[in-house]
């Protein structure tokens, strides 16, 4: 279950998020009626990354809510990684993946989990890894922090984990605060 800041926050940003686009879609289109090329082209610019953003936004409140429903059970193994799986897929479709290839839990504590996986990558001169890493309090369970990075530029040695943002062709942070 999603923990009730985790989701008070991210519905608050996101609602943020609706209302500037929804701002910016009438700003634009005023400015293609009446306004001059360079001023239509800013605006679409601007338009396009809160698209993005909001996007994002949205995956990200998903992902935060399987990663939540995350178990373990004994004999069995995790439960939940299917949805997570699911949920990664979703949010990188804009950013160039093509379906999720498998997903595994590489790391596990009270405080974190941190799961790698391999993506169908758009376009295909790009490494296929993907890591998303949820960082929770350990009294509440609440999340915290979320990390997801896709798609390795630099270095391109598969499996082969990149050590700073900039080797990676996506990366998306959530920091929550309440």
Same mark, same amino acid.
């Given at each position: ?11 608050? =940003? *996101? +609602?943020? %998020? ?5 701002? &910016?879609?009438?700003?634009?289109? #005023?400015?293609?009626?009446?306004? @001059? ?21 949205? =995956? *990200? +409140?998903? %992902? ?5 429903? &995350?178990?373990?059970?004994?004999? #069995?193994?995790?439960?939940?990684? @299917? ?96």
């Amino acid at each position: 279950m999603v923990t009730d800041s985790f989701d008070a926050i991210m519905r608050r =940003g *996101i +609602a943020s %998020l609706q209302d500037r686009v929804a701002e &910016l879609q009438g700003q634009f289109e #005023e400015a293609r009626m009446y306004g @001059d090329p360079a001023e239509v082209h800013r605006l679409r610019t601007h338009l396009d990354e809160a698209r993005s953003r909001l996007g994002d936004a949205k =995956g *990200i +409140a998903a %992902l935060g809510e399987s990663a939540s429903a &995350l178990s373990y059970e004994e004999g #069995e193994g995790w439960h939940g990684l @299917d949805r997570c799986q699911d949920a990664l897929d979703d949010l990188l479709y804009s950013h160039g993946g093509d379906g999720m290839y498998f997903l595994e839990v590489v790391e596990e504590s009270p405080t974190r989990i941190t799961l790698v996986g391999d993506t169908y990558w758009l376009p295909s001169t790009a490494a296929n890894l993907v890591e998303a890493t949820f960082d929770f309090d350990q009294e509440s369970r609440a999340i915290n922090r979320v990390v997801v990075r896709a798609g390795v530029v630099v270095g391109n040695r598969r499996y082969s984990r990149p050590e700073i943002d900039e080797q990676w062709a996506v990366v998306i942070r959530v920091a929550l605060r309440s």
